[in-house]
C-alpha cells in the first residue's frame, strides 16, 4: 500500500525532475550511502572483532571516496539519465535490493579489471576481509538508492526547487561542506573532548595526536582511573610503571596506590 500510495504524480512522469537536480540528488544520495558503508567499515571492527581501533582507515577512506565517485558516474549517472523513473525499481522498498545488487555490481564492475575478471580473483574480491567490503557496497548502494527513491517521489523537492534558485549546485556542495566542517571543526574537538573514542575511530595521525596529547599533559597527583578513561588501551590493568614513546618525547610514567607519583619526560635524539 506504501508504494502504491506514493506512486504521485510526480511519478506518472519518466523523469520527475530535470537532469541537474537528478544529478544533484543521486551525487547527495551516494554521499549519506557512502558514510552509513565507513560506519559498516568500522563499528564491527570495534564491536564485533574487539579491535583496539580502526586498521586501514585512512587508505579506506580515499580509496572508497574515490572508487565510489568512480561508480557513480560509470554506473549511476546512466540509471538516472536513462532509466523510466516509473519502473518498479524506484519503488521505496524494493529500491533497496535494486540498490545492494547494484552496489555490489557496482564494486565488481570498477574494481574487477584490476584481477582481469579471473573468476577466482573476483570471489577472492567478495568475500576479502570476512565480507567486510561486500558488506559495505551492499549498504551503500541500498541507501543511496533508497534516499534516491524517497526524494525524487517527495513533492517537497519539488516545491524546494521552484523557491531557491540553484538548488542542484546546493546540494552538490552539502557534502563538501560536510567533509570540511567535519575535518577541521567536529574532529579536532573529538580529539580533545573524546581521546578514547578519537583513539579507537581515527586514522593512525589521529591516535598519534591523541597519545602525544595525553602523554604531554600527565603530571604527578592524577589518577590512574583518569588517564585510563582517557586512553583506556595504554593505562591498562593495575600498573606499577608505563614506558612508552611519542613521536617527539620519550615517557616513564611511575604510579604507586593508584596515582602518578613520577613522570620522566626525555626528548629522544635526532640522527
Known amino acids: 500500500?506504501?508504494?502504491?500510495?506514493?506512486?504521485?504524480?510526480?511519478?506518472?512522469?519518466?523523469?520527475?525532475?530535470?537532469?541537474?537536480l537528478r544529478l544533484a540528488i543521486s551525487f547527495g544520495s551516494m554521499f549519506m550511502g557512502w558514510c552509513c558503508a565507513m560506519l559498516t567499515y568500522t563499528l564491527p571492527q570495534i564491536y564485533i572483532w574487539h579491535q583496539q581501533y580502526v586498521t586501514d582507515?585512512?587508505?579506506?577512506?580515499?580509496?572508497?571516496?574515490?572508487?565510489?565517485?568512480?561508480?557513480?558516474?560509470?554506473?549511476?549517472?546512466?540509471?538516472?539519465?536513462?532509466?523510466?523513473?516509473?519502473?518498479?525499481?524506484?519503488?521505496?522498498?524494493?529500491?533497496?535490493?535494486?540498490g545492494?545488487?547494484?552496489?555490489?555490481?557496482?564494486?565488481?564492475?570498477?574494481?574487477?579489471?584490476?584481477?582481469?575478471?579471473?573468476?577466482?580473483?573476483?570471489?577472492?574480491?567478495?568475500?576479502?576481509?570476512?565480507?567486510l567490503f561486500l558488506s559495505m557496497v551492499v549498504v551503500w548502494g541500498a541507501l543511496a538508492m533508497f534516499l534516491y527513491t524517497l526524494t525524487v517521489r517527495s513533492g517537497q523537492i519539488q516545491r524546494i526547487s521552484q523557491r531557491i534558485r540553484g538548488l542542484?549546485?546546493?546540494?552538490?556542495?552539502?557534502?563538501?561542506?560536510a567533509v570540511v566542517l567535519f575535518s577541521f571543526v567536529i574532529w579536532p574537538a573529538i580529539e580533545r573532548l573524546f581521546p578514547a573514542i578519537a583513539y579507537a575511530y581515527g586514522t593512525a595521525s589521529a591516535r598519534n595526536r591523541v597519545r602525544e596529547r595525553v602523554l604531554s599533559s600527565v603530571k604527578v597527583g592524577d589518577r590512574l582511573e583518569e588517564l585510563r578513561?582517557?586512553?583506556?588501551?595504554?593505562?591498562?590493568?593495575?600498573?606499577?610503571?608505563?614506558?612508552?614513546?611519542?613521536?617527539?618525547?620519550?615517557?616513564t610514567i611511575f604510579f604507586e596506590a593508584g596515582k602518578v607519583v613520577s613522570v620522566q619526560k626525555r626528548a629522544k635524539s635526532r640522527p
Request: glycine residues 8%; hydrophobic residues 50%; proline residues 6%.
Open 57 to 98: 582507515l585512512e587508505a579506506t577512506v580515499y580509496r572508497t571516496a574515490l572508487y565510489g565517485f568512480i561508480a557513480w558516474i560509470v554506473m549511476g549517472v546512466p540509471v538516472i539519465s536513462l532509466l523510466d523513473h516509473r519502473l518498479w525499481c524506484f519503488r521505496p522498498r524494493l529500491s533497496l535490493l535494486v
Open 168 to 177: 542542484p549546485m546546493l546540494i552538490f556542495c552539502v557534502p563538501a561542506v
Open 1 to 20: 500500500m506504501g508504494d502504491q500510495h506514493g506512486n504521485t504524480n510526480l511519478m506518472t512522469e519518466k523523469f520527475p525532475f530535470p537532469f541537474v
Open 229 to 251: 578513561a582517557q586512553l583506556p588501551h595504554m593505562f591498562r590493568g593495575e600498573m606499577t610503571a608505563l614506558s612508552t614513546s611519542g613521536s617527539d618525547f620519550d615517557y
Open 100 to 131: 545492494a545488487i547494484w552496489g555490489v555490481l557496482a564494486y565488481v564492475v570498477v574494481m574487477g579489471h584490476m584481477g582481469l575478471w579471473s573468476p577466482s580473483w573476483l570471489g577472492a574480491l567478495l568475500i576479502s576481509s570476512s565480507g
